[in-house]
């Protein structure tokens, strides 16, 4: 087992590549079905899902749209959760049906807070996909619509998630120690 250290911290292996894959897959092969004859639009939220957007849009065969937009919380350091949203939606949303794509749900906060101006633009439908679930960590009441792994409340870096800015090309997921 070999650790890793980004910034001060240590990681261990936590998921592998091939786990990661595996369960896309099998996450795209709901969504062919649930999606079935429409066409829906993903909402990628940057930075942290970008790896996780695209290996999951390889796996679709619905004539499925993409765009992204990207949410930054201020994090001080009791973590107030004010969101901004650094980029936003350029598509119209209206009657579509649109499933947002994050990295991790971890309070919740970030989605909760983005949720209504989705909803305000009438979607016909509006659910979420997320990699990764902290349950322990989810305080803002949120249903998870897909979700490929549920993990404990431990910080974890690689596929996209970051440890200050450093660990997003890493193509697995390491725990911290
Ligand atoms: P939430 O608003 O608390 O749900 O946090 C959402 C965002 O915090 C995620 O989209 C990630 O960018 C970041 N985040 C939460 N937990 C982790 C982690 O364990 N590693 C890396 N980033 C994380
Ligand atoms: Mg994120």
Known sequence: MSLIKVHDKYFKPY????????K????AAKL???YA??????IAVLNGSFMFASDLFKHLSVDAEICFIKLASYKGTKSTGHIITAIGLDTDIN???VIIV?????TGKTINQ?????????????????????PEATVYPLKIDYCCFSIPNKFVVGYGLDYDGLGRNLPELYQVI
Do not use: C, V
């Open 102 to 106: 994050e990295d991790i749900i971890d």
């Open 15 to 22: 998921l592998s590549e091939i786990m990661i894959i595996e």
């Open 32 to 34: 062919n079905h649930d």
């Open 24 to 27: 896309i897959k099998e996450l």
């Open 95 to 97: 009657g579509r049906d």
């Open 114 to 134: 983005f949720l209504p101006q989705l909803n305000n633009q009438q979607p016909s439908s509006l659910k979420i996909a997320a990699l990764l679930h902290k």
């Open 37 to 42: 004859g429409k066409n829906p639009l993903f």
